[in-house]
């Protein structure tokens, strides 16, 4: 009796045990489901995207922050699509230039039970960004209004200008490494490029493309002294005052009437914005986000794409003349005495000056840096940090002119503007 008694016992124990491991093998567990990177640093803050690996179920996503003194969580997001991009400002307190961060995300469940870990990122927000410049005037023989720039290198440069404001007899100036020419019968009020065999002008009557070897008006032609309209669209929508792209087969061009044009590479198709002010400037950082903003008086609306609709929004600033953006969550607007911020979706000034016009924000990624250029001549640098204005280390007490174009580069900057001026300053 007792032999079966302990018989039994031990069926009931080894069952339960049975039972014990089934429940265990029951659980799901999905590894590896969360990859972070890095999108890009700041002086001030750190981007990173979230992304899902797999289809999982809509749990919350905790970013954590660590650094030499302590943990913290950034927020706690869900993530509706496939990823998100979190921008890190430490609560809006800014986090410390040159300083190291570890980062990681943590999968929660309703119950905030921890599902499961990301990689784990290390980084480093970037140092204040040097201002050590040799900065030159440079006379290229032809006098005028200058509007934009753009070049491949310090020996391939492209200049637009007019010979009068307002843009009449424009014409087009080309560095070659040795001299300067005039480009007969090319002109316009933008320029973008891909590279030096790649490169298009918009303006008030045509729009030009150069394939290395000639410039082609790809809005309209001329034949037996006719006009022949060689795209409707891109030719009804003429003046064009901006032009910014990913590639000649997905460029944009921002119009007078407030639309905006696409170019596909064969041919254009009308993006109705539903504004009548002129678009006066486009930046974007790839084909899914792109800012375009306006140049006239009332024109407060800025319009955003992020690979859907175009969406318009509103500043409370009268202006929002230049755009440009460091990432999806942080981009500015310069405009009239302003300089605004967008970062997380809160709009804060971060420069101010009364009575100046501000035409044109540029900056550079890797150095996480601004210029400004204004109507008074000056030329404003955000080293990350703080503002300095290089106009007086530029013009020496000469009389300063309103500067309209900015191109900045990995190796120079290039400012452009009335009574022929160029500037030129080669980082050291």
């Known amino acids: ?172 100036m080309h560095y070659n490494g040795l001299q300067w020419q005039e480009i007969e019968g090319i002109g316009g009020i933008a320029i973008w490029g891909f590279s030096d065999d790649d490169i298009w002008i918009v303006g008030y009557s045509s729009v030009y493309h150069f394939d290395g070897e000639k410039w082609e008006s790809v809005n309209r032609d001329s034949k037996n002294n006719r006009w022949i309209v060689k795209d409707k669209v891109l030719d009804d929508n003429l003046p064009y005052y901006g032009v910014w792209g990913t590639s000649s087969s997905n460029i944009f061009f921002t119009s007078g009437n407030g639309n905006i044009v696409h170019w596909n590479g064969q041919s254009a198709s009308l993006i109705e914005t539903g504004l009548t002010e002129r678009r006066s400037d486009i930046f974007g950082l790839s084909e899914n986000f792109i800012l375009t903003a306006g140049q006239k008086s009332g024109s407060n609306e800025f319009l955003l794409y992020e690979g859907g609709d175009w969406i318009t929004y509103t500043l409370n600033y009268s202006l929002t003349g230049s755009v440009f953006p460091f990432s999806e969550r942080e981009y500015f607007f310069a405009n009239y005495g302003v300089v605004n911020r967008v970062r997380n979706g809160y709009v804060e000034s971060i420069l101010s000056r009364q009575a100046e016009a501000f035409t044109r924000i540029r900056g550079k990624l890797e150095y996480g840096e601004l210029f400004v250029a204004g109507y008074s001549g000056s030329l404003l640098h955000f080293n990350g940090v703080d503002w300095y204005d290089f106009s007086e280390d530029i013009f020496k007490g000469a009389i300063k002119h309103p500067l309209h174009g900015l191109l900045v580069s990995k190796k120079f900057i290039l400012a452009v503007g009335d009574s022929g001026t160029v500037v030129k300053g080669v980082r050291q």
Request: aromatic share 12%.
């Open 1 to 172: 009796m007792r032999i079966v008694f302990l018989a039994v016992l031990i069926l009931f124990f080894s069952c339960r045990n049975d039972l014990s491991f089934n429940m265990v093998q029951k659980e799901v567990v999905i590894p590896d489901t969360i990859k972070i990177n890095i999108v890009r640093q700041s002086q001030t803050s750190i981007a990173i995207s979230i992304h899902k690996k797999r289809k999982i179920p809509d749990d919350t996503y905790q970013l954590i922050r660590t650094d030499s003194l302590r943990s913290v969580v950034v927020g706690t997001y869900s993530i509706k699509k496939d990823s998100i991009v979190v921008l890190d400002t430490n609560f809006g307190l800014n986090l410390y230039p040159a300083n190291s961060y570890v980062y990681k995300v943590v999968r929660k469940d309703a119950a905030l039970n921890s599902l499961d870990s990301s990689n784990i990122l290390f980084t480093k927000t970037l140092g204040v960004a040097s201002r050590n410049f040799d900065w030159q005037l440079l006379d290229i023989g032809k006098t005028g209004y200058y509007y934009d720039a753009w070049a491949e290198s310090e020996d391939k440069i492209y200049l637009l200008g007019s010979k009068s404001n307002y843009w009449n007899y424009p014409f087009l």
